[in-house]
């Protein structure tokens, strides 16, 4: 499968609340979503004032909602520096295993995986994703109005409510908010599919405590 990469020079629609949101028709985005309880609030918090002091230190406003487009003009070295102490640092954390990682259970992953496989073809074309104990990582490329945004409900509450009903409870399973990148590059999405495919091994995962798709 081919993906196309972020065009500059083609229109972008960006929608913020504490996480930034990019979109473009048929660009291959990196989305991450993830359980409720899989991030401690005050690791959050601490973590979204870190990020955001950074960008006010390079003359950026994270309360914009350009900033991810102000922070892709900074020299490379500091962008670097910016995805190794923030971007990085977040996945580290989900990775920790907080929560009650209830991903674990083939049968609830599996309930995942059926869900981003759902409208594969048809709203959206599906790359590698990858069904960790207490979060998602996917390549995806959304076609024609439809956005990341919107798509990340649809999964989030079709699973949830199997999932829900599978445990026999009730309440918010997902955490509302997303994380999501536009590719740019060949190397970032050579880059990214080899994270999605060695993330369990990172994380020190043993079979069956994951799930991976290769596209």
Partial sequence: MVF????????????TRRLP???????VCFVTFRTADSMPREVLSDWLRA????????????????WEARLQSLP??????????????????????HGECVLRRPDLAEIVATSLRHFDGDRYDLGDFVIMPNHVHLLVAMHGDTTIDEQCKSWKKFSAAKINAALNRRGHFWQAEAFDHLIRSPEQFKYLRRYIAENPIKARLKEGDYFHRKA
């Fill in 51 to 66: 990020r955001d002091e950074w960008l006010r230190r390079h003359g950026i406003d994270a309360a914009n909602r350009d």
């Fill in 21 to 27: 949101h990019w979109f473009q028709p048929g660009a």
């Fill in 76 to 97: 490379i070295a500091e962008r670097r520096e910016f995805s190794r102490n923030y971007s990085e640092q977040f996945h580290a954390v989900l990775d920790q295993g």
């Fill in 4 to 15: 196309e990469l972020f065009d500059p020079d083609e229109p972008v629609d960006i929608t």
